[in-house]
């Protein structure tokens, strides 16, 4: 087969975790077809990929209202870039990952030149804005999603939507490692997040919660703060005090995130890694005062932690650790008050990791295998 006889898929994610799935979706879909071009905007890991970027998209990855108002600028050039890049070469597919509202303008784009779209991560509008579904199926040619709670909303509009397992059910690295907590390197482990925004608005409210006394030395608490990628491990450079910065660790070394006895993180797709590695965990999570009001009003569920979402008949009905949303002083009290509770209560730790394995039985495995498999359908 010659090039000119390649299909091209352009894939756009916008954070880190997306990034990560495209790639191993990417590795699939190679082994099953040889004569794929891989073009897109994405972060390290699609890069590794040998994915050809035109752009990275870590300098626009932002969560919350207010935060994409301050970014609308460069948020808009990159998109006009997408469109322009996919209007140019005309790629065989277009598939994207999460990142919602950047995500469906492209899709609409895409579908106005007649080049399919496939959507993977479903847009969460079981969380706020529901009426969007019927919105969403009109410019996305096929939907993957990655929870069955996802497929039963989904396919009462459209019969376009697979279920195809979550990607996190396929990571070994996720597994538990096999050592006694006490034994553990780390007494604890601080997730801010992976966004720009997220960092700057969670760091210093976690790091609030472990320190109540300018006396108490973090660095001999054997704390452990986790970064994303290369530029948000910048931004904790530039945002911490120097001798804090030998407490910084790649959230990419799983086996450094197993020596951690209990950790406070921010909402997201960490939420799970962390279940899936038998972590205990408190989610603590600050947006704007803006970003909160507007959102507080939309959000129809009462928990936003991945974690929090998978057990139950219904979203949220069976709660697995704590969530502080906007946390108030006697939040931090309490987030330490629990921290505490998990290191000395075992039966209350054990009660966690029980849940955990249920959570570990509902994530289905094949995502990447599955979503190659729809791609190359749709390119055939």
């Known amino acids: 087969m010659t090039t000119s006889e390649m299909k091209e898929i352009f894939i756009i994610t916008g954070e880190s975790s997306g990034d990560q799935h495209a790639a191993k979706y990417i590795q699939e879909h190679r082994l099953l077809n040889s004569n794929v071009f891989f073009s897109g905007i994405g972060q390290d890991s699609m890069r590794k990929m040998n994915v050809s970027l035109i752009h990275n998209s870590e300098d626009i990855s932002v969560v919350g209202l207010t935060e994409v108002i301050l970014k609308y600028k460069k948020i808009k050039q ?3 870039l997408a469109k322009k890049y996919i209007r140019d070469k005309k790629p065989t597919l277009v598939i994207l990952v999460d990142y919602v509202e950047f995500n469906l303008k492209v899709a609409a784009y895409a579908k106005s ?8 991560i479903a847009p969460q509008v079981w969380a706020w804005r529901e009426s969007r579904i019927n919105n969403i199926i009109k410019v996305v040619d096929h939907l993957a999603v990655v929870f069955p709670f996802e497929y039963q909303i989904f396919s009462k509009v459209s019969e376009n939507v697979s279920f195809v397992g979550h990607p996190l059910a396929d990571d070994y690295e ?7 907590y006490e034994d ?8 801010p997040g992976s966004r720009e925004s997220e960092i700057k608005n969670n760091i210093y409210i976690m790091l609030d919660c472990i320190k109540p006394s300018k006396r108490r030395d973090t660095k001999k608490d054997n704390v452990a703060i986790f970064y994303a990628n290369n530029r948000s491990k910048k931004l904790l450079e530039k945002m911490l005090p120097k001798h804090m910065h030998s407490l910084l660790v790649s959230g990419k070394n799983r086996e450094e995130i197993k020596q951690c006895k209990k950790v406070i993180t921010a909402s997201g797709t960490v939420t799970l890694e962390l279940a899936l590695m038998g972590i205990p965990m408190v989610i603590v ?13 939309l959000v129809k569920l009462k928990y936003i932690g991945l974690v929090n979402l998978i057990l139950g008949d219904n979203l949220g009905d069976e709660v697995v650790v704590k969530e502080y949303i906007q946390p108030k002083y006697h939040d931090q009290v309490e987030i330490m008050a629990e921290l505490n509770r998990i290191d000395n209560d075992a039966d ?5 990791l029980k849940k955990y394995i249920r959570i570990r039985d509902e994530l289905k495995p094949g995502a990447a295998k599955n979503l190659a498999s729809i791609a190359n359908r749709l390119i055939s």
């Open 78 to 80: 990159i998109l006009e």
């Open 113 to 120: 030149l007649g080049i399919p779209t496939l959507f993977y």
């Open 174 to 180: 996720l597994n538990p490692i096999e050592i006694n």
């Open 184 to 191: 553990k390197r780390y007494d604890l482990g601080i997730f």
């Open 285 to 297: 999570y600050q947006l704007s005062f803006v970003t909160y009001l507007i959102m507080k009003r």
């Open 348 to 352: 209350y730790r054990n009660e966690i």
